[in-house]
Each structure stands twice: as C-alpha cells, then as structure tokens.
C-alpha cells in the first residue's frame, strides 16, 4: 500500500540547508537558514534563559501534563506582551490565550478555526509570504489567495498595488497579516499604511489574523506591537499567532501561543472552548520546559530587563550588518544603489539578486541563498562579509 505514496520534494529551505551540510568548501557561506546567528555562525543561548533554566532546576518541579491550553501564567504573560498592559486589564477588550508548540501550530490552529468553525473559505496572504504559510492554511481546507506586496523593484513595498489587489477580497474571507519584519522580504508598511490597511480590513469585512513571529526584531517590543495594537484598540477582532523561536532564541523547544481578541466576554469564552477542542484533537496538550523558560523569564523583573536588553543587542547588530553589507557593495559597485537594505527590517532581505545570481553564487562560490534572492543577514558576519560582498560583485 505504502508503495503508492507520491515521493514529495524536499522542502525548499531545508534541502538547501542540507545541500549546503555536504558542500565541502571550508568557506562556505549559509544565508538560506532562517535562524539568528552570532558573530561565530552559531546560534547562542540567551543568558537569561540559561539563567531560567538554572532556576527551573533548583526547584526541581514536575513533568506532569499541562492544561490544554497551557499555563495560566504563561498564558497572561503573552497577552500582556502582545497587547501591553493597558490593553490586557481594559474591561473593554477580551481576549484568550492558548500555548502553542510554536507559531507553526499557532498558525494551523487558526486555519482549522476559520474553517471548522467559521465556514470561512479563503485567506488572502501577501505575494511573497512565508513557504509554509500557504501549505499550512490549504491543509486546513482554506483557499490561499494571493495580493501583490512588492513594488516594480521587488526590493520595497508597493502600497498601491496592495490595496488595489484587495479590493477583490470579500466579506467573511480572512486575510494573513506579518505583523512585523515580513518574512521573506523584510519590507514592512509604514505606520500610515497600516492604517490605510486595517481601516480596508474592516471596510472589507476580512478577519484578520497576524503572524507576529518576529516581536523585537524591528524597533522594540512594544513598537513592533503597534499594528495589532492599534487595531484592537479601535475595537475590532483579531486572531494572533505568535512565536518565541526567534526573540528568545527557543528555535527547538517549539514556544508559541495563539490568542483571539473578541468583542465580547461570551464570544472570548465561545472561542477559547473552540480553541482548546482543536487542540485536545490535535496534540491534547503542549509540551513543558520552552514555556517555563517564557514564563519564568517575563514574570521575573531582573530576567525580564536582561532579556530586553539582550534582545535589543541581536536587533542593533541585525542593523549594523545591514549598514556594513550596504556600504561594502557600494564600495565594489558604485552604480548600483543598495540602501533599500538599510530600509527593510529583521534578519531576512530580498536582496535584489536575480535567480541567475544567486545559482552563480552557489556554484562558484558556495555561497547559499534561496533562489528569490532572498537572504538571512544574520548570517552573515566580519569574517565572511568580505568574501560574500566580493563574490556578489562578480555576479553584476
């Protein structure tokens, strides 16, 4: 039986990653992988989770099962950093948190949401968008639909192209929302345009849901949260998937959680009731040790501080590679202006670099990108920078 299952092809990103492992040039260079890497080229443990870490083991605690939806703790810490805390403790607004096996799950829950519960039938997400995002929400039975993102140049944000694909969108259908360091492109709308963008939401009657994967990567943890803030603020509903792989370095405990913002207290109850039974039929509970490193982490006032500042440590170098990357390439090729780099947000850049490029980059150099051009900055460091700005110059 098993002979007649259909041989899918590698996943896009991962095969990369493993045909780069096998590349035998000692200079290779990986800026395909979507992980934060040090100056060394590895990816570091966070001092205040070593710290929490630390903690959770001198209290010796238990490795019994969860509540379906996780911690209470955990759960108000979430909200609390995603909404801030006026918005958490206003009478007004309503919302439930459930822990998630990272924003992938999160993600999936959302898509099985919509359709088991809500009949919805389509979600719109920006053209690019995270791999993964389509696959996630066609498996849960959605129709993907697609709206232009990128100007004529493929390296900005073409408002106008957005917002006039939009206007094909009807009421009732969801829309995909990267709340901040768009993944894959790093192009994120100015404050303005999320405005103009919410305000068409909720003309439109689309239900929004934010993937907010990358908190603290773009200007600061509460700034990064101005979008979705801002919309749960004027009153409307939101579905907000997010992640703690990225912020707190938690790439492999799989950390994450969902939370739905709703009008009214009843309906917050309806959809954490709806939210917990996809998860008891999904994977029944979440896994222990990520969320009491978060937990412990956000609920302690000293950890909390390092944290914040170690976070903000990982962002100022993202930006400073930025600025480095830019000012080397112009240096090696002065006609070409590359400072939209410096404009986009978070590890990940279209650089600009055209398919053939980036092949040329691969076998010639052993440098690995994936094929949109698309980058990971992070990746790059001072003992590759040279090396890399040189070998993209002989591609021009």
């Known amino acids: 039986m098993f002979e007649n299952a259909p041989l899918n092809p590698p996943d896009a990103i991962f095969g990369l990653i493993e045909k780069f492992k096998k590349d035998s040039n000692p200079n290779k260079i990986n800026l395909s992988v979507g992980v934060y890497q040090d ?21 010796r605690g238990t490795k019994s099962y969860l509540p379906i939806d996780g911690s209470p703790g955990y ?11 006026d918005l958490f403790d206003n009478d007004g607004v309503h919302s439930c948190t459930a822990q ?10 959302s898509g099985e949401i919509l359709k088991r519960v809500f009949n919805v039938s389509a979600i719109w997400m920006s053209n690019p968008t995270w791999a993964n995002h ?41 829309i995909l929302l990267h709340a901040v360091c768009h993944n894959p492109t790093g192009v994120d709308p100015t404050p303005d345009q999320w405005k103009q963008l919410c305000d068409l939401i909720v003309e439109k009657g689309l239900i929004p849901v934010f993937d907010f994967a990358y908190q603290g990567f ?47 207290a009843e309906a917050s109850a309806a959809m954490h009731s709806q939210i917990k039974l996809m998860i008891r039929t999904m994977y029944s509970n979440p896994p222990l040790h990520g969320a009491l490193i978060v937990n412990t982490v956000l609920n302690d006032a000293d950890l909390r501080a390092n944290w914040l500042a170690e976070l903000s440590e990982v962002r100022e170098r993202i930006i400073q590679l930025r600025g480095e990357f830019v000012s080397q390439l112009t240096e090696r090729l002065p006609g070409q202006d590359f400072n939209y780099i410096n404009l986009q947000r978070g590890m990940f850049s279209y650089s600009g670099l055209s398919k053939a490029q980036v092949d040329a980059l691969q076998a010639e150099h052993s440098i690995y990108a994936l094929g949109s ?5 992070a990746g790059i460091n001072s003992s590759n920078m040279k090396q890399l700005c040189d070998a993209i110059a002989s591609t021009y």
């Open 218 to 264: 773009g200007e600061s943890v509460d700034a990064d949260a101005a979008p979705i803030r801002n919309f749960v603020a004027a009153g409307h509903e939101a579905i907000i998937c997010n992640s703690f792989s990225k912020n707190f370095g938690l790439y492999g405990e799989r950390v994450g959680g969902i939370t739905a913002v709703s009008k009214t």
């Open 134 to 174: 389509t696959k996630i929400f066609a498996t849960a039975g959605l129709e993907v639909k697609k709206y232009d993102y990128l100007d004529d140049s493929g390296t900005g944000i073409g408002f106008d192209k957005v917002l006039a694909s939009l206007q094909a969108a009807t009421a009732g259908e969801a």
């Open 39 to 59: 100056e060394s080229g590895k990816t570091p443990v966070m001092n205040a989770v070593y710290e929490a870490e630390k903690k959770l083991l001198a209290s």
């Open 373 to 377: 051009g698309r980058i990971n900055i």
């Open 100 to 109: 998630t096996p990272g924003g992938t799950v999160s993600l999936r829950l």
């Open 75 to 85: 759960r108000d810490a979430i909200g609390r950093l995603i909404l801030g805390d």
